[in-house]
């Protein structure tokens, strides 16, 4: 329960240091309801918070998380698609302006993926397996250009592999594509080095990751 209390006193907290300070806000978001101008894909690890990562206010963002910030190809079969589900709304009914994918280092979901999770395990219930197997051609394409490669070195370049194989998959929806054809939407690929504290952005004409500098053009690659 001790963690328990510590949540609640964060919230108390959050009552008296941004709550009532933004009053006006929050009831102006509650009977007016939402208006992001961007969807944020994250991973659901606890290190990578992304309205703390952004620095943004309540409002500013419509985020999805899941196991290792993917998004699967579009297809109807089946009852379930949360992430789905939530670019639909996102695109068709909050007409976001931008979708961010949002991958970060030391991802377990892509360790989960390299390692062939599920193949030697005889825990849980056989979800995780199947989940991070959507981006299994990242895998395959980074230990296709880099076998002989470290296990740190393949992890990261599988977890900015999957940003892209995300990006790709975006594109699989017929709605999304069409907005991003006649301008209306654009993606973009995130990656954020937990150790160092850095911001990589995918540019996609070059193919490659790029350190993000304030008010400054991308200036370092970085491989993957």
């Known amino acids: 329960m001790a963690e328990i209390n510590e949540l609640l006193k964060g919230f108390q907290r959050f009552r008296i240091k941004n709550f009532e300070p933004n009053r006006e806000l929050f009831n102006r978001l ?3 309801g939402q208006t992001p101008r961007t969807l944020l894909i994250g991973c659901s690890d606890s290190r ?25 190809p ?10 789905s589900a939530a670019l639909e709304f996102a695109v068709c009914n909050l007409e976001v302006e931008n979708i961010i994918v949002l991958g970060h280092s030391r991802c377990g979901g892509i360790k989960a993926l390299l390692k062939g999770y599920g193949q030697n395990n005889d ?3 056989g979800f995780i397996a199947p989940w991070v197997e ?8 980074v230990l296709r250009r880099w076998p002989d490669a470290g296990h740190e070195f393949q992890q990261r370049a599988c977890e900015r592999a999957g940003i892209r194989a995300s990006l790709d998959n975006l594109l699989t929806f017929p709605f999304l594509r069409q907005r991003v054809d006649d ?3 654009t993606l973009h690929g995130w990656y954020y080095d937990l150790e160092n504290g850095e911001l990589l952005q995918y540019d996609a004409e070059k193919d490659r990751f790029y350190d993000l500098y304030f008010g400054a053009e991308p200036s370092v690659a970085h491989p993957a």
């Open 30 to 32: 509650a009977m007016q």
């Open 48 to 72: 990578v918070d992304p309205a703390i990562l952004t620095d943004s206010a309540p409002g500013d963002m419509f985020v999805v998380r899941n196991v290792a910030n993917l998004v699967p």
């Open 74 to 83: 579009y297809e109807t079969t089946g009852r379930y698609h949360g992430t």
């Open 123 to 125: 825990e849980g219930e």
């Open 134 to 141: 959507i981006a299994a051609p990242a895998r395959e394409e």
């Open 183 to 185: 301008g209306r939407l």
